[in-house]
């Protein structure tokens, strides 16, 4: 796993099974959030990772630009043959994100993080 990017606090990735879980807490920083983005990228191309959940449910501001990442991690993840989930997404946050007019393409969402593990699952594809 790289180093943390700039002196910051890095977001942990952690591998259950064939599955990444990563679950953001609090506000994620522009340089958080590109390196989390390398993080979870090189984690899918050198293990045998076929998913890949996103737990925002600590997270009280989606901005445009996380929201940008979090569509670009869903793209590149597809790109790598992994599926991603957004899961434990607060109505408020999904408020501001219909707002912005963010639609988080590649994204499939999830009510909480066991719900997001069952889609991820070969039962719930």
Do not use: C, N, Y
Request: charge should be negative.
């Amino acid at each position: 796993m790289s180093q943390p990017f700039s002196g910051q606090a890095q977001v942990p990735v952690l591998a259950l099974g064939d599955v990444l879980l990563v679950s953001l807490q609090g506000e994620l920083h522009d340089g958080m959030a590109e390196q989390l983005q390398h993080d979870i990228s090189s984690r899918i191309a050198t293990s045998r990772v076929t998913g890949v959940v996103i737990d925002i449910s600590g997270v009280d501001i989606v901005d445009s630009f996380l929201g940008r990442v979090l569509a670009e991690i869903a793209s590149t993840a597809r790109l790598l043959a992994a599926r991603t989930v957004l899961a434990g997404m607060r109505p408020a946050v999904a408020i501001t994100l219909v707002e912005l007019g963010l639609t988080l393409p590649g994204l499939t969402t999830a009510l909480d993080v066991d719900r997001a593990m069952e889609l991820l699952s070969p039962e719930g594809k």
